[in-house]
């Protein structure tokens, strides 16, 4: 299933935070949202998962959800957003329990999600005794589990050290490789969006309009750290952001 935006835009009251975005995440790929902040790019995957209208324009979904998809848009948040009173396999059935599925089939379910993130070890186990990295495998692994069409991901590794974050990018790669999902990932940080994006939207400072999509055609898999294509591509999107971010850091100080 693919998403298309049509000349989207918001505003709270006056206060316009998106204008005119049009934009096509196409089924099986990763697209970035980058842009300084206050832009409007949490509004934009709010938007997108359908938590909030938008004030003019249109969201598509076109095509069907894949088979066994219970849940075509699903979120994956910067603070993990577990239960801390379940254990790592309980997180994962509370989802399921949602939607009635449980027994043998929640099991089989459970099995397949923890194996894919690496967990499998870990399903016992309560989120107090998880390191942060795990415990956002563990919120990877409960959306991967109902199957959904497209991930809505809001900087998820944001609340993560930097050796961990590359961890992360490490595993979301190789999962990507062997299944590959499609998901708009919002983030700050540029290595992220070069490390994990298919194309990368650029917002302007607020309203967020599209300033550039970029296109990254190297193989997830095969991007390596210090790759000049990509350090160079890293290098532009922070060309194109730099001027907005100033001034939108501006914007901020004279509040
Ligand atoms: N429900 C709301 N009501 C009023 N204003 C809002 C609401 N949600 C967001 N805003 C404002 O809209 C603007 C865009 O917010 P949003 O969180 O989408 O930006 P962002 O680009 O994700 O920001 P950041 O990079 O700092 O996370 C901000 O100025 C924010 O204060």
């Known amino acids: 299933m693919d998403i298309r935006l049509e000349a989207i835009s918001h505003s709270y009251k006056e206060f316009e935070v998106l204008r005119d975005i049009t934009l096509d995440i196409p089924a099986g790929k990763i697209v970035c949202i980058v842009g300084p902040s206050g832009c409007g790019k949490s509004t934009l995957l709010r938007l997108i998962g359908g938590l909030e209208r938008p004030g003019s324009g249109r969201i598509l979904q076109v095509g069907a959800p894949p088979e066994n998809c219970l849940n075509p848009l699903t979120y994956i948040f910067q603070d993990f957003a577990l239960l801390p009173w379940r254990s790592v396999r309980g997180n994962i059935s509370l989802v399921l329990e949602d939607h009635r599925i449980r027994g043998a089939e929640a099991q089989r379910i459970i099995d397949d999600v923890l194996a894919r993130t690496k967990l499998t070890d870990f399903a016992a186990a309560l989120p107090k005794q998880l390191s942060g990295g795990m415990k956002q495998r563990v919120a990877i692994a409960r959306a991967l589990a109902v199957n959904p069409a497209v991930m809505l991901m809001d900087e998820p590794l944001s609340a993560l050290d930097s050796q961990t974050r590359e961890l992360l990018m490490d595993d979301l790669v190789s999962l990507w490789t062997r299944q590959p999902f499609t998901a708009v990932y919002v983030t700050h940080n540029l290595h992220e969006a070069v490390r994990l994006g298919h194309s990368i939207v650029v917002l302007s400072r607020r309203p967020g309009r599209i300033c550039e999509i970029v ?41």
């Open 215 to 255: 296109q990254i055609d190297t193989p997830l898999e095969a991007r390596q750290m210090g790759d000049p294509d990509l350090d160079m591509k890293q290098k532009y999107l922070w060309q194109l952001m730099r001027d907005e971010a100033r001034a939108a850091d501006a914007e901020l100080l004279n509040v």
